[in-house]
Structures are given as structure tokens and as C-alpha cells.
């Protein structure tokens, strides 16, 4: 079968597939009664003597071959042969004959083979083929060997003449005569024996002509999880033969959603989860064999012609589908993509294919932000603080969850809010965790899952210390999970600023009001200060939110408090008796630390800046005139008056004194 399946496929110009193979009769000696009945018929001597060559046609009859399944334009391959077996009596010459078949196709589908296109599509040496599908020996001779009866200037038929039938087909009747031609009689009797007729051989092959159907698919290798992506699928026909209908499906893994059909040709359905692309010619329905999944029917059209839908060389699709991935890292989606044909395929191997796309590692983040009841930047001692730890799922399930807070750096100038941790994941109810404390300042949540698109909430409250002026608390979050997180992951060498809060506290600045008397400086009260805020240099509107207030009992002593770090200006409202107003407002600038500096001294010689300290030094509102000039004796003399009512004063005890340091500032008499 190897050597006559390959005497078939040359035989074409296209390959074809072998679909059924059926050895009807095989030759031999035995009586073919028909025949033998048929021959008894030639006339006898001494009515008449049949002579060498006599030919007659004996036991007519019809073979059914049925396919499996209904095939397109098959092809019938007839395997002919000839018998011409020698009868030697004891006592006679020998007598010889040919026998052979002759067929035709009768019917297909029991229908008449004239409503069928019958090709003669291969040719055999010695066999000859009508276009009505009828295969006859052709080139009989007539004379026989002097020796062994073969016939003379005859070959034996060989290869195998074909027969293609048009549109689909299930059966094939083929009709067979029997032929018998007489070589050589028996010279004494006249007679061909009886018993002595064989049995020619025949046998039928069928095929068809090959359409090789492949699938291909294609995906992104990795997803994140939760993410929309999308994958392809296109059917190629490679030939060598076009393609009489198809089926291109696509089975969607359980654990994608959402699925849709993006683009596709006509045919092509998505119903749930199963992708079906049906394609066949107007006025047939193709549909998927039950028993083979690589092979699909056709029925409904006219069975005379079936026209082809994917020549050789093209290609069905791009077909696009998108979906949702799983949201469990790791997960592997896989795709099966299958083509189903109605033709005859001999490479099955790429009639389907697959794609692996594995759901990456779930997208989580943690981040920290802190609030101030004082709704400013800049709390004050006696402020609320409310810290929020979030850790939140982007893409993917996350599981072991924890989050670690440590507080030390804030619970060193705050105290939390009793009972005020809390923990909440997602929706679910939030659970209030323990207290930490100086001792045990770490604060743990967790271990918890996180789902996709979800978010745990961290939070606590605490109240900032009296004394906490210029002060910083800082803490960071750091946080672990099956997946590490894009932020704040325990270990990082380099956290993001969105792991740490790092919250100071507003100045408190210390005014001292002094002047010089009797070449010494004393506090002086009886003053009063405004800020003022600055405008690109300039001065600006006042700041009622922050009064200098004067300290009780320290005379000459003023506080600026919960002032933020900035520029700002300082002016002068009221001078105290026999003083003089500061000339103009002094800018002045506040960092974060509560470190005052005068960004330009020069202009302001009577106020001097240290640490959180501004220090005004008032001049009197009177100068004592030169030595020898006009009436100096009575001003002398008033001026004594003046500044012993002075030394008076600051020897008094009392709230209007505030001992001072000497300095070296002189104001210069004119």
C-alpha cells in the first residue's frame, strides 16, 4: 500500500489523502459461476468453432463503496488486472484465455453519476478512461506464445487511473463486467474447460485532495493581576488544496472574566466563554464532528458542488478577544485555540495551539500621611495628631499582609490618644488594637490578606506636648506581604518619602523690650509689637493669629507663639514712655528649628536676633546738648532730675523690673 499510495500522489498535481482502501476481488483460479455459465453459452463444434480472439462479456454486477463521513470531491482509484490462467488436459494442447473487469461509475449517493461532475484527473498504461467515468483494458492482442499462452504485444496494466467525483459524497456504486477473451482452444475438443474460468483482480482506493488547516495564538506572556489583556487566534490554509469549510474555535480559561469578542470575520460568535468561527460556502452549514474534534460536517447545500472558502496560502482572522485576569499571582491562563476542516488533512499537528500567560505579582503600595486639628502644617503644643498608615492593592491578591509603625520618635513629645489604634481592612469592621507605649512603641497590624482593589487602613491619634515648640516627630512605616509592596517594603535600602511623616511644631519666639538708662540696659514695659506678613519683601497684612503677648511678671518680656517658619516683619505700635517707635518694621526670618535670623541687620541696628530671641533696644526720646552750648547749665539740671527719677525707678522692686546684661550699646549723643 506504501508503493501505491506513492503512485497516487504523483499521479496529481496536488497531494492527496488516502481516505479508504477495499480489496474487492482478488485473482485466482477458482470458478466464477457466472462466467463459467456465460462461456458455456459460446457455440460448440460442430455448429460452429469460436476462434482465438473471441471475446464476450460475462457476470455483470455492482460494488457499493460508502465513506466513514460525507467527503469532498473524492477521488476513485481503480486497480485493474488481468488473469489468463492455462488449461493442460493429459491428453489435449492446451487451451488459454484473458479475463478482465471493466468498470464504471454507475451512481453516487444512489443518485444517477450523469447528475455528478466525473473527472478523469489520472490515466494507467493499457487502461483507458471515459469522461462518463468507465475504465476498459485497453490494446488487447490477439496472438499467444507458442509456449506458454501468454498473449502477445500486451502489457500488464499499470497504475492506477482515477476518478474524481464532484460536491460531497458518502457512496459510489461502481459497476463491473467481466470479460473474457479466448486465446487458444483445445485443439482436440474445441473447448475452453469448465471450472477452469478465474477470477480477475480488483481493488478500489479512495482519497481526496489535502487542505492543511493551522491554527496559531498569541498572548502576553505576563498579566498583572486584575488587569485587562487581550489574545489573538488566526487560521492559515497551507495548502496545497483550498478549503471547503472550517471551524476555528477558542475555549476561554475559567479563571479569565469579562470576556469579550474585540474584532473577528463574519462567523464568528462568542457565546459565554466558547469562541466558534463556522465558515462554509452560501447554502451549507458546517458543524463539529462528534467523534473527531480535528474534523467538522458539512450539510444543507446542494451535495452536486461544494465551493471553497480558504484558498491555499490564506488566512482566517485576526481574531481578538480580551479578558480580565485572576487577581492570585502566579496563576497560569491558558489558551486553546483549535481549527476544524472538512477536507482532508494528513498534518493534524498544527490544527490546534496554546499560550501561557502567568498573572505577575500582585501591584501593592503602602503609604503614611498625619493631620493636625489645628488644620495647619505647623502644630502647636496641645494640638490633636492623627496619623493614617494605607496599604492598598492595585492589582492582585496580596496575603501575610503586616504593617509596622514605630513611634518612639513621637510618643518622645506626644501621648496617644487612649484606645485610639485601629485597624480596618477593606469593609469589613475595623478592630482597635493595643496602646503602645515609651516601653513598646511599635505598633504591628496584620498578618491580613489584602484583595485586589482593596485597601487596610492604620490609624492612631496623638496630643503634642505642652512644651513640644519647634519640635520634630518622625516615624516610618514599613510593611511586608507575600508580595513585597512597591513602597515602604521591610529591608529596603531606600524607603520612598511616602513610608515616613516627619511633623514640626511651631515656633514659640521670646520679644525683650529694653533701653538704656544711666548707661545701663533695663527692660522696659509700656511697649507693643504687631507681626506682619511679608509680601515678596514688602510688608503685608498683619498676622492676628499671632499677637505678641506680653509674659506676665517679666517685665519688658513678650512671646510670639505657634508662629511657622517664613518671613515675616515686626513692627512696633507703642513705645513706652520717654521712648521713641522703632523707625521702621524689621523683617525677620523663622526656621524650622525656631531659629530667628535678621536677613538684613544692617538696617536695623536697635534689634539683634539669637536663637529664638529678638532683643529691641529703645532710645530715649530726648539727647543732652554738647558741653558749653546755650542754656546747658538748666538742661543739665533737668536732665539730672530726669535720670534720677530714672535710677529711682529701677532700684524700686516690683513687675517692671527685669534684670538685663550690660552690653556695650551706646547710643551716640548729638
Not at 505 to 524: C, F, I, M, P, Y
Amino acid at each position: 500500500m506504501a508503493e501505491r499510495a506513492g503512485q497516487m500522489v504523483r499521479a496529481l498535481d496536488t497531494p492527496v489523502a488516502y481516505i479508504h482502501y477495499k480489496d474487492l476481488l482478488r485473482a485466482n483460479s477458482s470458478d466464477n459461476p457466472a462466467t463459467v455459465d456465460c462461456l458455456a453459452e459460446i457455440p460448440r463444434p460442430p455448429a460452429q468453432q469460436p476462434s482465438a480472439g473471441y471475446l464476450k462479456t460475462c457476470g455483470e454486477r455492482e460494488i457499493t463503496v460508502t465513506f466513514d463521513r460525507p467527503t469532498v470531491d473524492p477521488i476513485l482509484w481503480l486497480s485493474l488486472g488481468w488473469f489468463y490462467p492455462i488449461y493442460i488436459p493429459p491428453d489435449a494442447t492446451a487451451a488459454c484465455y484473458l479475463t478482465w473487469l471493466n468498470a464504471e461509475v454507475v451512481r453516487v449517493d444512489g443518485g444517477a453519476a450523469g447528475a455528478r461532475q466525473l473527472d478523469h484527473v489520472s490515466s494507467a498504461q493499457n487502461l483507458a478512461v471515459a469522461s462518463n467515468g468507465a475504465v476498459r483494458l485497453d490494446g488487447i492482442g490477439t496472438g499467444l506464445s507458442p509456449t506458454s499462452c501468454e498473449p502477445i504485444g500486451v502489457d500488464t496494466p499499470r497504475g492506477y487511473p482515477a476518478i474524481q467525483v464532484s460536491g460531497l459524497v458518502s457512496s459510489v456504486t461502481i459497476s463491473l463486467d467481466h470479460v473474457v477473451q479466448i486465446s487458444r482452444l483445445n485443439t482436440r475438443t474445441g473447448e475452453i474447460p469448465r471450472g477452469a474460468v478465474g477470477q480477475p483482480p480488483l481493488a478500489l482506493t479512495t482519497s481526496a485532495e489535502v487542505a492543511d488547516l493551522g491554527v496559531s495564538t498569541s498572548a502576553p506572556a505576563a498579566v498583572a493581576p486584575g488587569r485587562t489583556f487581550e489574545w489573538t487566534l488566526e487560521a492559515t490554509n497551507l495548502g496545497p488544496a483550498a478549503s471547503h469549510g472550517f471551524i476555528v474555535a477558542d475555549a476561554v480559561p475559567e479563571a479569565v472574566t469579562g470576556v469579550s469578542l474585540v474584532d473577528a470575520p463574519d462567523g464568528c460568535v462568542l457565546d459565554g466563554r466558547d469562541l466558534s468561527c463556522s465558515v462554509a460556502s452560501p447554502g451549507w452549514t458546517v458543524s463539529q464532528d462528534a467523534v473527531m474534534p480535528t474534523l467538522a460536517n458539512l450539510s444543507g447545500g446542494d451535495p452536486s458542488a461544494v465551493g471553497a472558502v480558504l484558498g491555499a496560502g490564506e488566512s482566517f482572522g485576526p481574531i481578538t478577544l480580551r479578558g480580565t485576569a485572576p487577581v492570585t499571582p502566579g496563576t497560569e491562563i491558558v489558551t486553546n485555540a483549535s481549527v476544524s476542516g472538512v477536507d482532508s488533512d494528513l498534518d493534524l499537528t498544527n490544527n490546534t495551539a496554546q499560550t501561557l500567560t502567568t498573572v505577575g505579582a500582585a501591584d501593592w503600595s503602602v503609604a503614611k500621611t498625619v493631620t493636625s486639628s489645628g488644620d495647619t502644617t505647623y502644630p502647636s503644643p496641645g494640638d490633636t495628631l492623627t496619623y493614617t498608615v494605607t496599604a492598598t492593592s492595585t492589582t492582585g491578591d496580596v496575603a501575610d499582609v503586616v504593617l509596622t509603625d514605630d513611634l518612639t520618635a513621637v510618643l518622645a513629645h506626644a501621648d496617644l490618644v487612649p484606645g485610639s489604634v485601629r485597624y480596618t481592612v477593606g469593609s469589613e469592621p475595623g478592630e482597635q488594637l493595643a496602646d503602645p507605649t515609651a516601653q513598646d512603641p511599635v505598633v504591628v497590624a496584620g498578618p491580613t490578606s489584602l484583595s485586589a482593589g482593596s485597601t487596610a487602613t492604620l490609624s492612631y491619634s496623638v496630643v503634642v506636648h505642652d512644651d513640644a515648640w519647634s519640635t520634630e516627630l518622625a516615624n516610618t512605616v514599613t510593611a511586608t506581604g507575600s508580595t513585597p509592596p512597591s513602597t515602604c517594603a521591610a529591608g529596603s535600602s531606600a524607603l520612598d518619602p511616602a513610608c515616613s511623616t516627619s511633623t514640626t511644631t511651631a515656633a514659640r519666639l521670646e520679644l525683650l523690650k529694653q533701653g538704656e538708662v544711666n548707661d545701663e540696659l533695663v527692660a522696659l514695659d509700656g511697649a507693643a509689637f504687631e507681626v506682619v506678613a511679608d509680601a515678596e519683601g514688602a510688608l503685608g497684612e498683619v498676622v492676628d493669629s499671632l499677637p505678641v503677648s506680653p509674659v506676665a511678671d517679666s517685665p519688658g518680656a513678650f512671646e510670639i507663639s505657634g508662629i511657622a517658619p517664613g518671613t515675616y516683619w515686626l513692627r512696633e505700635t507703642v513705645a513706652p514712655p520717654g521712648h521713641e517707635l522703632l523707625a521702621t518694621a524689621v523683617r525677620f526670618d523663622v526656621a524650622a528649628d525656631g531659629t530667628v535670623t535678621l536677613p538684613d541687620p544692617a538696617s536695623a541696628p536697635q534689634v539683634a536676633a539669637s536663637g529664638g530671641r529678638l532683643t529691641v533696644t529703645d532710645v530715649p526720646t530726648f539727647h543732652m546738648p554738647e558741653t558749653g552750648s546755650a542754656g546747658a547749665g538748666r538742661l543739665v539740671t533737668v536732665g539730672l532730675l530726669l535720670l534720677a527719677g530714672a535710677v529711682a525707678a529701677t532700684a524700686v522692686p516690683g513687675p517692671r523690673s527685669h534684670p538685663l546684661p550690660l552690653t556695650a550699646l551706646r547710643k551716640r549723643r548729638r
